[in-house]
């Protein structure tokens, strides 16, 4: 009689928790056992155990993130196992869809699996069907008790009761019930008094690095500390959100009383929420994309990401863009332009890449124009590295003198980024007595870099429009003026700086001319470029 080929078995086994697990016999040992057992009563039919062990303490049969079952199923795919061995079908999986899964890749293999337990036959399609009826049964188990464990937190939050989580600074767990740590308390009663003091969330930040004050420690059951560190702006708002300060616990939407003790007085709470809801100038504070189109694509001269902001003063809304260290309270680490004006940021880009023949020149909206033109803009002290998409189209075919554009854009990083001097305007007040260009004493100074946005944009948004009549995409100027909301009037004298000598609007774009030329000054200007020089006091 000849000897029965060596069929290699493996035997898994799992408990969904790891309570008991320290015990010197525990049930996945009474589990390898059993099955252990079983190989023995099958030496006939040559089963032969392999030396590897796959035991998955403390995880979920919902779930195939588990280590020895992935190893598991790696020796599977390696064919280094014929039968996988379980004492019931619902130690392997809980869940249908994973069954239909294991069943496959098995096939696949030429692999079988047996439990100790329940007889069937994988082979069969009655073996089939038992199996799927078993594991009906295994999922529906599992789903009815996550619905238990659901209604009973929900019942015990109603209720007030701690049922688990992280402990906000300020209070520890101890034996589910919560208890106050004094010295955190403290901290956390400063915070909310500060924030009135300082008034802003950045403020109090830097308030709150000088004294030493920073976020919960915490100790995992893994060993691992985290917490200790600054605040930024995202927990610390949230601390000053978080009614469990004042005895009450929030749940879907339903504010009930809770029984840690309040470590908060109500009416301080109150006059921080108050602040922190007028800060909100009445309005949502999500904003879309589309109002802050350099939205991930601007940053400072060190790398940080600037970010939307909006600000309110007179009852005049303003919108920024803000370097991440500063909002995050380390100014120290925030380029040397941390906050620059979104409207005067975003017309200097557009009309520098319409000036450059970058992107759709056929869209009239700025907003349309940056985002699918500009991938980075850099703020740097004198100038903006505006990096684009694509390498740009070849402009020797449209007439311009491009020779002292290229001059300019000498110092640029690579091919793909525009050069663009650029100055962020002082914010102090001030009042001037601007005396006609090339008088005596007049201010020779460059034109201030606000002037310079509005003007650059109006000569690009001019040429576009002239470009819209001579293509037939307009009629008139009454027909863009309609269009745009505005009057004929202001049409022609946009359209009339589409005129300028070319030094000039270069001038212009480098922020060379002098100070006290704007819109106003180079709208309808005479048709001969040596006269448009002489109205402005200009040589040549």
């Known amino acids: 009689m000849s000897k029965p080929k060596a069929v290699r078995c493996a035997i898994y086994t799992r408990v969904s928790t790891d309570h008991g697990l320290e015990q010197d016999f525990n049930s996945l040992d009474a589990q390898y056992d059993a099955a252990q057992a079983y190989i023995r009563s099958q030496a006939h039919a040559g089963w032969t ?37 379980v004492y019931k079908v619902d130690r392997l999986t809980r869940s249908l869809a994973d069954f239909a899964k294991l069943v496959e890749l098995f096939d696949a293999h030429g692999v079988s699996f ?28 599992r789903e009815v008790t996550a619905e238990r464990i659901r209604d009973k937190i929900a019942a015990s939050k109603r209720k007030g009761l701690w049922v688990g989580g992280m402990v906000p600074l300020g209070y520890t767990s101890k034996g589910r019930k919560i208890e106050v740590v004094d010295a955190e308390a403290e901290h956390v009663r400063t915070i909310f008094r500060r924030y009135l003091e300082c008034g802003s969330l950045n403020a109090l930040m830097v308030d709150l690095r ?32 978080n009614r469990f300060y004042i005895g009450e616990l929030a749940f879907k939407g339903e504010v ?33 994309r589309s109002q802050a189109p350099l939205t991930g694509r601007i940053f400072d001269s060190r790398g940080n990401r600037m970010t939307p902001s909006t600000g ?11 370097s991440c260290a500063l909002l995050h309270g380390r100014a120290e680490e925030a380029g040397v332009v941390a906050r620059v004006p979104a409207a005067e940021i975003e017309a200097v880009v557009a009309a520098t890449l319409r000036e450059h023949g970058v992107g759709d020149m056929t869209s009239v909206d700025d907003r349309h124009l940056i ?27 449209d007439g311009h003198d491009d020779a002292g554009q290229d001059q300019a854009d000498g110092d640029r990083p690579d091919p793909e980024t525009i050069w663009v001097p650029w100055r962020k305007a002082s914010s102090r007040r001030r009042r001037e007595i601007l005396l006609p260009t090339g008088a005596a004493g007049a201010d020779d100074r460059p034109i201030r870099a606000e002037t310079r946005a509005t003007l650059v944009a109006a000569i690009a948004r001019g040429r576009h429009w002239l470009a819209e009549i001579v293509r037939g995409g307009v009629d008139t100027a009454d027909a863009i003026a309609v269009r745009e909301g505005c009057s004929v009037r202001h049409v022609n004298k946009i359209i009339s700086l589409a005129f300028l000598a070319p030094d000039l609007v270069e001038a212009a774009v480098a922020g060379r001319l002098p100070r006290g030329i704007g819109v106003a000054r180079l709208s309808d200007p005479p048709a001969e470029w040596s006269r448009q020089r002489h109205m402005l006091g200009l040589p040549g």
């Open 49 to 85: 155990l392999v030396r590897a062990r796959y035991d998955d303490g403390g995880f979920s049969g919902g779930s195939m993130e588990r280590p020895a079952l992935q190893a598991l199923l790696a020796d599977v795919a390696a064919r280094k196992i014929d039968i996988v061995v």
């Open 114 to 141: 047996v439990s100790v337990t329940q007889q069937f036959n994988t082979t069969t399609s009655m073996g089939r069907l038992t199996l799927n009826v078993l594991l009906s049964f295994a999922q529906f188990e």
């Open 210 to 241: 000088s004294r030493g004050i920073v976020t919960k420690h915490r100790v995992l059951s893994t060993g691992r500390t985290i917490g200790g560190i600054p605040f930024t702006r995202g927990p610390l708002l949230h601390l000053l959100r």
């Open 256 to 288: 009930l009383p809770g029984e840690q003790a309040a470590i908060v007085g109500r009416d301080l709470f109150d006059a921080v929420q108050a602040r922190l809801d007028a800060q909100r100038n009445g309005s949502s504070s999500r904003r879309g």
């Open 312 to 322: 309110r003063r007179h009852g005049v809304g303003y919108r920024y863009y803000v």
């Open 371 to 397: 985002t699918t033109a500009v991938a980075r803009v850099e703020v740097r002290a004198d100038g903006l590295a505006v990096t684009v998409g694509g390498p740009r189209p070849n402009r020797a075919s």
